[in-house]
């Protein structure tokens, strides 16, 4: 898909250029907190809806943005989402979502996939969220703040569980 390529081309722009001041503030005085995922299954959804009961329990403003792949079921609509259809060929994204999304200062903004997907990765570069945190690839090395590395396998349980649990030990 060539609208991804140049997607991928922006990203790297992006992140060259960008001037948002990042940086770790505390779990504790953290007030809003970002999640994007791509939706692949029921079982990812579930993951994520306990993420964000767990943020929202320990006081915090949690605001979700998934992208549905073609072919994919939105399970529920209790989150924004946006598809390939809101993606220009150019690359520019026509959602309403995915531009009031990142332009929100997040405290923290949580990137939930395995595997990097290209309009997610250059969502988490236009964002202006102050610490990204994502799971430990080479794609994620310049965009995210703090890395995670799942020592329980793969599963997106694991990782949603250790950002959660490395996110709460900053201090």
Known sequence: MLSKKIISYKTKALVKKSKVAR????????????????IDDLAKHETIKQLVSKLEKDGKKVQVLA?????????????DFF???????WGKFTSEQVHNFVEKPFDYLFYLDNKSNPLMTNILAMSKAKCRVGKFNEVNNQLCEL???????????????EMYRYTKILS
Request: charged letters at 20%; a negative charge.
């Open 23 to 38: 940086n770790n503030i505390s779990y504790e005085q953290a007030k809003s907190i970002g999640i994007i995922f791509t």
């Open 67 to 79: 992208f549905l792949p073609k072919g994919k079921e939105n399970f529920e609509f209790l989150f």
């Open 83 to 89: 598809t390939d259809k809101d993606v220009s060929i």
């Open 147 to 161: 890395m995670i590395q799942p020592q329980n396998g793969s599963s997106i349980q694991h990782l949603a569980d």
